[in-house]
């Protein structure tokens, strides 16, 4: 399955409070506070950090913001996220197979990779959710075939 089926995949399961097409983005400016507002509200685990809200600059988790709290208490959420996001951000395109994005997800330790275009311009975001449902849906589909083929259909 490639990035590209993901993405449309989400389109039918998406949240009903977040629109498929839209991707959820932040300045480098914002507050920890405020992005801590923005995952809660959004009901999302990361969100992209983007001054043009087109190319990513990087990206910030609820363990980001987690992090922070534990190590410097609540005064830290009065500072802006460029000090804490994680900046080397990594992105796949729409071509790229969904195993090998789960595989990078799971070996990098992180949850959420922008889709990107040959431009650098965002497409979309898939979280490792994304990449395993879309793997088992294939396994099934995998499955379906073998049984027929077994059962003589």
């Known amino acids: 399955m490639l990035v590209k089926q993901l993405l449309s995949m989400k389109s039918d399961t998406a949240k009903p409070w977040i629109d498929s097409a839209t991707?959820?983005?932040i300045t480098p400016e914002t507050t920890?506070?405020?992005a801590a507002t923005l995952l809660a509200e959004k009901r999302i685990g990361a969100?992209?950090?983007?001054?043009?809200?087109r190319?990513?600059?990087g990206i910030l988790s609820e363990r980001d913001i987690v992090r922070q709290l534990g190590k410097h208490g609540t005064d830290v959420l009065s500072q802006p996220i460029s000090g804490v996001m994680t900046r080397g951000v990594q992105t796949c395109t729409t071509g790229e197979d969904a195993l090998t994005i789960l595989e990078r997800m799971t070996a990098g330790r992180f949850r959420h990779m922008p889709v990107v275009d040959d431009d650098g311009m965002m497409l979309g975001v898939i979280s490792i959710g994304d990449a395993v449902s879309g793997r088992l849906k294939e396994l099934?589909?995998?499955k379906e075939?073998?049984?027929?083929?077994i059962m003589g259909s």
């Open 32 to 34: 920890l506070g405020e």
């Open 23 to 25: 991707i959820v983005t």
């Open 140 to 142: 099934a589909a995998e």
């Open 145 to 149: 075939a073998l049984t027929g083929m």
């Open 47 to 53: 969100v992209v950090v983007s001054g043009d809200g």
């Open 55 to 57: 190319r990513p600059e």
